[in-house]
């Protein structure tokens, strides 16, 4: 049974894939793999599904 | 284990001839007991108070000094309760219940482990394991029904039809010993499961830990404060905890390079604790350096050999999970045991403390493991998820909670056979398959909380509604409103009770049935399941 929303969300895509490049323009690896950890955290809080959450897991690891 | 800096002896006792060791042919026991830790006595002196007399052998003579348990849970403190060490443990212990975490010098997260009043027991006490087995082989010794032989080894096992014959040796050449039923607790190094040729499957954690108990007066609080890359430990996570007689238990994260013999040296010790400690003065009780595991035994009973405690199942310390869950075991085996022992309940019965407790040592195992990542994290990518956590706490309220420095030991839950599933909504705190929460109450004689009015038998809460009901032959009754006063009406807010409820207990005081209205074919059904004899 899918919970995941994978069909676009947002109004505009492009701004929000923008605001995620800028977050990491100009930080060195270590600052983004660091800000990406909380990122994740934040936004799987926020979504407070574990199953949407694993779901989202799975489709990361398997897209990679 | 690790040797201590100090070797003291806190209790020594005396190796006896037993008759057993002239005897032409191995005596037979109903019960005999490998090990006199926590688990083993305890599981003797609940035995005896059901009149069922066990043999505990030991490999050793004294108690020594040692940095193993200190926290005690609520839980165990109650079980102790019944077995007659509740004010003694409490008197001597440190009672606590709040916890705080530091990440740096400032505060991220804090717990209370017992935010309500009106329970007889503390959330936790912190006493050293050695005052713990001291006062329970002070107990035992007082029951003719124990017969505890120290310097006795148990070094071979036998399974037969029928019976258990133990190996044991002592400063006087070997003996056989026949027994009905063999438990083993032994420890996590069982020597019993290694005879029976067993797998004790986990995991073994990289990252050492140093752990030194401190003489010290001292004025922090009686909280258990755990930091994340302290000031005086960079990097590293580190424990401090209060113990009676001035001694504070401290855990210094050393790194998974760190090497145990050097680590343990005064001159690596001191300045790591004087870091932390700063100008105070203290003197080192004991240090050792610890590399933990999580493993269990994937089923506990062997026939008629029974795995206890630390030999059935191991955690990491984290969560005060070890000696607190084989308190429970003992409870929960020591019942059905006497049952099947005095011909009230089938064999088949003990299946459910392989269950009740398998459920118990997995959902530790998660807890511990949980914790144990989350403090040290085995990959980089997981020390960098951590970090996040810990770098968020101080903002958002979901990290705070996600912050793990130990899940401390509760009570099990018990999804079991044993039960009979409600048929009305109940609310409250009292939960199928969970031991009663406690009440304030009343007798004729005062007040009373509801754990103390308990017995070692299967029991009846019912809440008074016009005359009192025929219960069935053997199952004892306590009416609250009649027998017990609900003056604060905090039993009835706990039970959800309601005139005519009632509420069937296990002799280890876990709620095994309930319903709205007393109906005696449905408590004759439920204590019939809770013994195992349904179909
Ligand atoms: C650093 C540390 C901190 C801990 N903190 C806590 C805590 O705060 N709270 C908590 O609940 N738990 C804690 N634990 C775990 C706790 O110490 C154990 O879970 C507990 O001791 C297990 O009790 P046991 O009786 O099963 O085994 P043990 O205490 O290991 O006792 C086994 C007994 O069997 C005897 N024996 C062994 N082999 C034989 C043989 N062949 N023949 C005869 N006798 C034998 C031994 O001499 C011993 O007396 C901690 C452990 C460590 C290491």
Redesign the interface.
Known sequence: MTVLKTENGFANPDAAYEALVEAHRRASEAES??LN??L???LS?HIGDLAVLKEAISLARKAG | MNRPAANKTVYQFGYRRSADQDAAKPARRPVVIVGAGPVGLTAAIDLAKRGIPAVILDDADRIGEGSRAICFSKRSLEIMDRLGLGDRLVEKGVVWQLGKVFLGEHQVYSFDLLPETGHRMPAFINLQQYYLEGYLVERAVELPLIDLRWRNRVTAVGKHDGFVRLTIETPEGQYELDTDWCLACDGARSKVRDCLGLKFEGHTFEERFLIADVKMSAEYPTERWFWFDPPFHSGQSALLHRQPDNVWRIDLQLGPDADPEEEKKPERVLPRLERMLGERKFELEWVSVYRFNCARLKKFLHGRVIFVGDSAHQVSPFGARGANSGIQDAENLVWKLALVLNGEAPESLLESYDLERGQAADENIGHSTRSTDFIAPRTK?ER??R???L??APH?A??RR?VNSGRLSVASEYDSPLTTPDREDFGGSARLGLPVPDAPLEDSGGKRFLLQTLTEDFQLLYVKDGARPNVPEGLRMTAIGEDLIDREGIFTQRFDATPGAAYLLRPDHHLCARMRSYNGNRIRDALARAKGLAK
Do not use: D, E
């Open positions: 793999a660091a950890a909380r994740v955290l934040i809080n | 990518q960098v998820l970090n996040a956590v770098q968020l958002a979901f990290a996600m």
